[in-house]
């Protein structure tokens, strides 16, 4: 019998790596990234069009190549990092594994044209499908430019299962800002379809936060600062009131280089204690500074997850030194009452309502100056535990007392008792007659919705009743309306009488152009006004003065943004994230004639079932279910 294992040809083993190294056009656009920081470089541009699928093009000022080092660098496992294994566990570079360059040329079709600076001539190589095509000497600016063109041309599976443009750019551009923020020392900057997206000179780590999240983000950060034996931690983290409830602005970096994990976030979320809002995540931009040793980088294809030889010392620097600078910017919380005027502004900040008793006695405080004594001190410190136990009653008042409702006799007498009592176990049949105006009006009051912990709408039903998610149900609603609209283009703008400005980070603003003409079918007016800022002329007739137009289309694009990994078109995923901004939160007070017209609208939907997201928006509590729970 012949033998059966034979050898692939470079072709098809190249085409394998790549499977696992080139995913998606981001892949690309991180490989060559890392490439040119390794080059030394300190102007680094990046040109994509049609979302990587047509060209991605990096030009650096970087060393350059020798011709040898140019053909060299597209054969599989060459690397100029490392030379034998115990380089492994001393990496400083991006790159090492040396199997990029074979992947991509082995799923593209590249023309690389690189000088290094002391050559007068640099050198041009074209490589289809791991085939060199041509190599040849050519006149060139010093550093290296690589343009890789029609991705995937050779692999129509692989092309196919690209998404659409907006979100593979989307990657690029979390690609893109990582590396830009781990090196804001590099010029970069990112154009798309001949327009300049990102524009980020050289300076230090808040300027590039700043260029990369916004003019807005300056006011968001705390900086964080550790150093130890063991590792150096530096960074900025963001003040919880400007926590966000989608992901995306959360970045470490070990070594400069950007790591994934879940571990260490839990670690800055616990840092936060009880400041963050629900299911919210700050901002952050923590790089961790570690011996080389004390880690591995090798186990994963995209080197975005590393093992450290101590991830539990890592965890608590992490959660210590962020609770620090919270608390040194005055942003942690304190069990005194009694506090001072910085720590009133950030919970005002944070829509905490501030008593007034409690504004005079800060600002009796404040105005004292620095260096003399408070109140609190003066009097002592019997005076200040006798108001902090008042505090703290107040928290807990009314909790041992039940609710009651006045009850009518026949007499006429008025008399509180339990609400429970005054319910009967059944409908009476719809012949039945009341005998007295008591039971008529009990009646009515059974029929009337409640409200549950500003959370859940009780509506009671002949068979028992309905418990109904008021955020869930309207969501539905809103997104019933929203995807009418958009398809018919009929809803009705209100128009501002003052319109206002809104300025984004370069990313959410090519997101929001890349939409607007969508997002204004739904009532809105938004015009271009300069880079990366829009003006909000008109908002929809039904959100008039109801909402923030300017967090509505700032929480709008987070919702869209979430959305975008969903197989949904771009009608869909602003319907949805629409309703999602726009509806009514858990936690909202509802007054009755709000919670039956939910009612009445949710059941007027084709499937009010569930929200878009797939949440149930009601559910039912049969009365023999009921009568089950109090039977012994």
Request: aromatic letters at 8%.
């Amino acid at each position: 019998m012949a033998d059966i294992i034979q050898l692939l040809p470079d072709a098809i083993a190249n085409q394998i790596a790549a499977g696992e190294v080139i995913q998606r056009p981001a892949s690309v656009v991180k490989e060559l990234l890392e490439n040119s920081i390794d080059a030394g470089s300190t102007n680094i541009k990046l040109v994509i069009k049609d979302a990587g699928r047509t060209l991605i093009q990096v030009i650096d000022d970087g060393c350059g190549m020798s011709e040898t080092d140019a053909r060299m660098s597209f054969e599989r496992h060459a690397t100029s990092k490392i030379r034998q294994s115990e380089d492994l566990f001393c990496i400083r570079t991006m790159g090492f594994r040396g199997e990029a360059m074979a992947s991509i040329a082995a799923v593209a079709q590249v023309e690389l044209r690189s000088r290094r600076h002391s050559d007068e001539l640099g050198t041009r190589l074209v490589v289809e499908a791991s085939e060199v095509k041509i190599q040849e000497p050519c006149p060139c600016s010093r550093g290296t430019t690589l343009s890789v063109k029609n991705l995937f041309y050779n692999v129509p599976a692989r092309r196919n299962f690209l998404r659409s443009n907006t979100v593979e750019m989307r990657h690029i551009m979390d690609e893109f800002q990582r590396i830009a923020i781990a090196n804001s020392d590099i010029f970069f900057s990112l154009h798309h379809n001949n327009s300049e997206i990102f524009h980020l000179p050289a300076g230090n780590l808040r300027q590039r936060l700043i260029g990369v999240f916004g003019n807005n983000a300056n006011k968001k950060l705390v900086p964080v600062s550790e150093e130890t034996d063991i590792l150096k931690l530096s960074g900025f983290v963001g003040k919880p009131e400007f926590a966000k409830k989608t992901r995306g602005e959360q970045y470490f970096f070990v070594n400069n280089r950007f790591i994934k994990s879940g571990y260490l976030n839990h670690a800055v979320v616990a840092a936060y204690e009880d400041l963050l809002p629900k299911d919210t995540h700050p901002l952050y931009a923590i790089f961790i500074d570690i011996d080389p040793a004390r880690i591995d980088i090798n186990v994963h294809p995209t080197k975005q997850e590393i093992k450290f030889e101590d991830e539990r010392l890592v965890y608590n620097y992490l959660k210590v030194a962020i609770r620090h600078s919270l608390g040194q910017y005055s942003i942690m919380p304190t069990l005194d009452f009694d506090q001072s005027p910085a720590f009133y502004n950030t919970l005002t900040s944070s829509n905490r309502p501030i008593k007034r008793e409690e504004t005079i006695k800060s600002s009796s405080r404040g105005s004292a100056g620095s260096s003399a004594p408070s109140v609190s001190s003066v009097v002592g410190d019997s005076h200040r535990q006798a108001n902090n136990l008042q505090n703290w009653q107040k928290l807990y008042e009314g909790l041992d007392n039940f609710d009651a409702e006045p009850t009518t006799d026949s007499s006429g007498s008025t008399e509180e008792i339990p609400p429970a009592l005054t319910l009967e176990s059944k409908w009476h049949d719809e012949d039945t007659e009341s005998t007295t105006a008591t039971s008529e009006t009990t009646k009515r009051r059974r029929k009337t919705p409640s409200q549950l912990h500003n959370s859940y709408v009780v509506s009671q039903i002949k068979s028992g009743m309905l418990i109904i998610d008021q955020q869930a149900a309207h969501e539905r609603i809103l997104y019933d309306r929203y995807l009418t609209f958009l398809q018919q283009q009929q809803n009705a703008t209100q128009s501002q009488l003052f319109p206002r400005t809104l300025s984004l980070s370069p990313s959410d603003a090519n997101l929001l152009t890349d939409v607007l003409e969508t997002v204004n079918s739904l009532g809105f007016d938004i015009q271009e006004f300069g880079t990366n800022t829009f003006v909000v002329n008109g908002v929809p007739s039904e959100l008039a003065g109801k909402q923030d137009e300017l967090k509505l289309i700032e929480s709008l694009l987070e919702q869209y943004k979430n959305n975008l990994n969903l197989k949904l078109d771009i009608k869909e995923n602003i319907a949805r994230s629409m309703a999602k901004s726009a509806s009514i939160k858990t936690g909202q007070s509802l007054e009755v004639e709000e919670m039956q017209a939910l009612i009445d609208q949710l059941f007027a939907c084709e499937v009010p079932y569930k929200s878009p997201s797939g949440r149930k928006c009601f559910i039912s509590v049969e009365l023999d279910e009921l009568a089950k729970r109090f039977e012994g």
